[in-house]
């Protein structure tokens, strides 16, 4: 697992960043080899030798406990972004805090996600095969074969330069639009005379403006986690006056590298029928979506947990009188049953149904993961074992209060619902009893039982103690009305959190042991219960 954070200037940027941060490597591992001078403090940051590296985000290691000064333990603070290693990886030099001479013997990892697909053009090329049969001083157009072309999107093409019938040199012609372009060195075809086997060798480049990119991460299993997110910003907002710069997520099960996006298999909710790739057009909509931002005075600050099963995100989104904090999750589950009864707990989450939602409109931003109230279908996807994607929300909240919210179940159709309950290890136990009760659920959060059923409610990672309740956010499935439940898993690394018990506040941090969490809002919710922990390793 890595944890980073850092500034975005824009949504394209963004993007630009959480490709860095999940396809990059990271500090891994930390072992204390020496605690340095008598001078450090808990809560120095260190940095490391950087030497040899190359970086857009630098690992930090956070002191979290000393003996007259000395260092006695210490954790990751953030995992950095590399693509290349430091060179000094044994008796690490540390720098920074409030002492010196610590060091640590350290490791590095790849967070695990690749880069299947990123909508590119053409820049230039160069000549491979020169092919023959071509025609001296003649105004061929060479047009480049394969790829998977954007939705509307045309094939790149270049003017040849021939002598003696073979082609010379290339020059641009047109740049072309592609979700996955062909592999180098690409074949061509010729118009409007004649000539074979001429070959290119392209340099590629993103399309200035919107894109879109396929990312799949490694499970350790058969089948990994693929999401696509598409960005646009030809939208204006559902009043139509400001213009949205928003993502799109699809959940995938499957790349087949030979389609686009919109028509890849089992592709989740957003696009519409159309085969031009438009993502939903209805001011309600079906999907899941993030609303960002264009630059301006405000970054984008963001939080990024990432393992190669899955991506949990939050972004900060800031103006001088509006602040609200969208978030993210794409991967997989962490699952209840065993594998041959859920071979593909996938889910992808956004922070809105609502295609058209600008960042400052309040209404239609809603919550976030662990408070997905939607309004149509959506902002939360789970794969289910049937073969379909059920959308997920919220059980219904008929209660405000500081100490007993209420979640009432909604029974009219079979929906995956977001549940403040677990863990996995009791969960079967937990489940069994809240059916039995007349289809609602209240508990009090600051003695932590359920008050109907006298039970304590359980709390994860952590149990015993005067800890800070962390419910885990889990998906089930109700219909009340065919008696048909059951549950598909937890998103890995997202607690629920009743802010009110910890006496902290929106972005806000505390450690329990030698982990830490940071705590956040859901989207434009400020109630107290209406807040989520994510974990800093």
């Known amino acids: 697992m890595t944890f980073n954070a850092g500034t975005a200037t824009d949504y394209l940027d963004m993007l630009d960043q959480l490709i860095e941060v999940i396809t990059g490597r990271h500090l891994d591992t930390i072992v ?14 260190l940095g490391l030798d950087e030497t040899g590296a190359t970086s857009t985000e630098v690992a930090q290691i956070e002191v979290t406990a000393v003996s007259a000064g000395v260092i006695t333990d210490a954790r990751i603070y953030r995992g950095g972004v590399y693509t290349v290693d430091p060179t000094n990886l044994t008796a690490n030099a540390t720098t920074g805090g409030g002492g010196s001479g610590a060091t640590f013997d350290i490791t590095f990892a790849a967070t695990g996600w690749t880069q299947n697909a990123r909508e590119s053009e053409a820049v230039s090329a160069t000549v491979g095969a020169a092919g023959s049969g071509y025609t001296n001083g003649s105004t061929d157009v060479l047009t480049v074969v394969g790829g998977v072309l954007a939705p509307g999107g045309s094939a790149a093409t270049f003017t040849a330069t021939v002598t003696g019938g073979t082609v010379d040199s290339v020059a641009l012609l047109a740049a072309g639009d592609y979700e996955v372009f062909p592999t180098n060195a690409v074949l061509t075809t010729v118009s409007p005379t004649g000539g074979t086997g001429c070959t290119l060798n392209v340099t590629w480049a993103d399309v200035a403006g919107d894109t879109i ?53 089992n592709v989740s909710d957003g696009f519409s029928t159309a085969d031009d ?59 209840f049953g065993i594998t041959t009864e859920f071979p593909f707990p996938a889910c992808v989450a956004g922070t809105s149904d609502r295609k058209r939602v600008w960042w400052r409109d309040v209404g239609s931003i809603f919550g976030g993961l662990t408070e997905i109230i939607e309004r149509n279908n959506g902002p939360c996807f789970a794969w289910a074992p049937e073969g379909v994607w059920i959308g997920c929300k919220n059980a219904a909240i008929s209660s405000n209060t500081a100490t007993t919210p209420t979640y009432n179940v909604e029974s009219d159709a079979p929906r995956a619902h977001v549940w403040p309950l677990g863990p996995s290890n009791t969960h079967g136990t937990v489940d069994d009893r809240i059916w039995a009760l007349p289809n609602s659920l209240g508990f009090d959060n600051d003695d932590l039982t359920l008050t109907t059923l006298a039970m304590e409610i359980y709390r994860t990672p952590d149990t015993g103690g005067n800890l800070f309740p962390l419910f885990p956010n889990t998906l089930v499935q109700a219909d009340s009305a065919t008696a048909f439940f059951r549950t598909f898993g937890e998103m890995d690394g997202v607690w629920w959190f009743h802010i009110a018990d910890a006496g902290v506040t929106s972005e806000d941090r505390f450690t329990q042991g030698n982990v830490a969490y940071s705590i956040f809002q859901n989207g434009t919710r ?12």
């Open 526 to 537: 400020i109630q107290p219960f209406s807040f989520m922990a994510m974990r800093e390793d």
């Open 277 to 335: 790739g438009a993502i939903t057009t209805s001011t309600t909509g079906d999907g899941a979506f993030v609303p960002l931002k264009d630059s301006d005075a405000f970054n984008i600050e963001w939080w990024i947990s990432a393992t190669g099963r899955r991506v949990y995100c939050v972004f900060k989104i800031e103006a001088a009188s509006t602040t609200y904090y969208a978030s993210c999750y794409f991967g997989l589950l962490n699952q």
């Open 32 to 45: 204390l080899v020496s605690g340095g001078s008598a001078t450090y403090l808990v809560g120095d940051i």
């Open 213 to 265: 990119v396929v990312l799949q991460g490694d499970a350790g299993a058969s089948l990994d986690p693929v999401v696509g997110i598409k960005t646009y910003s030809s939208e204006t907002d559902e009043t139509s006056i400001n213009t949205v710069f928003n993502w799109a997520l699809f959940g995938m099960t499957a790349w087949q590298s030979s389609t686009n996006l919109h028509l890849q298999p």
